[in-house]
T-cell receptor
Framework: DAGVIQSPRHEVTEMGQEVTLRCKPI?????LFWYRQTMMRGLELLIY????????DSGMPEDRFSAKMPNASFSTLKIQPSEPRDSAVYFC???????????FGQGTRLTVV | QKEVEQDPGPLSVPEGAIVSLNCTYS??????FMWYRQYSRKGPELLMY????GNKEDGRFTAQVDKSSKYISLFIRDSQPSDSATYLC?????????????FGRGTSLIVHP
């Protein structure tokens, strides 16, 4: 398996634009996580899904953020409208039930100017 | 106060030194304790995990958990320049049948030749 695949690797966008980040989890994994990493706050859990259903989105900072998982092999994180303070590295991770290890993608480095 | 506290460093040591990395936590429900290693521009990868209290050794790495003090440590013996990375502690407790990790901010380690 190629691991968790995220795209794009880098995204530079202007304030106010819509940004969509994509993730393909490891096949067979039934948990999917979206994290945001910054120097100031470290790695923060934004939302996680179990069997494509959102379970906990309490970490989503604002209504500008939304996430979907239309099927077991694809998820998106959307920011609309984007703001400079959204600049961070966004990671997607997946795991199996009763498995403590989360497998991370390479991340998407988002810069909002 | 965050659930998991970790000094971000950076921690700079000479090659061959013994490194001690630490985290404290406040949630007594945590049962699994993990250390992830993150190289620059990469996603975190699981290095070691322990269940409940005690020690676990894997080559040059030793993970230690003291639940009574809510304190965990990672020791690296004979440190190498290739150990230079950010080390994130993570902890989890059962939540609906799975274990959702909560991460520390990470400690940046630099091992210089």
């Amino acid at each position: 398996d190629a691991g968790v695949i995220q795209s794009p690797r880098h995204e530079v966008t202007e304030m106010g634009q819509e940004v969509t980040l994509r993730c393909k989890p490891i096949s067979g994994h039934d948990y999917l996580f979206w994290y945001r990493q910054t120097m100031m706050r470290g790695l923060e859990l934004l939302i996680y899904f179990n069997n494509n259903v959102p379970i906990d989105d309490s970490g989503m900072p604002e209504d500008r953020f939304s996430a979907k998982m239309p099927n077991a092999s694809f998820s998106t994180l959307k920011i609309q409208p984007s703001e400079p303070r959204d600049s961070a590295v966004y990671f997607c991770a997946s795991s199996t039930n009763r498995n403590t290890e989360a497998f991370f993608g390479q991340g998407t480095r988002l810069t909002v100017v | 106060q965050k659930e998991v506290e970790q000094d971000p460093g950076p921690l700079s040591v000479p090659e061959g030194a013994i490194v001690s990395l630490n985290c404290t936590y406040s949630n007594s429900a945590f049962q699994y304790f993990m250390w992830y290693r993150q190289y620059s521009r990469k996603g975190p990868e699981l290095l070691m995990y322990t269940y409940s209290s005690g020690n676990k050794e894997d080559g040059r790495f030793t993970a230690q958990v003291d639940k009574s003090s809510k304190y965990i440590s990672l020791f690296i013996r004979d440190s190498q320049p290739s150990d230079s990375a950010t080390y994130l502690c993570a902890m989890s407790s059962p939540s609906g049948g799975s274990y959702i990790p909560t991460f520390g901010r990470g400690t940046s380690l630099i091992v210089h030749p």
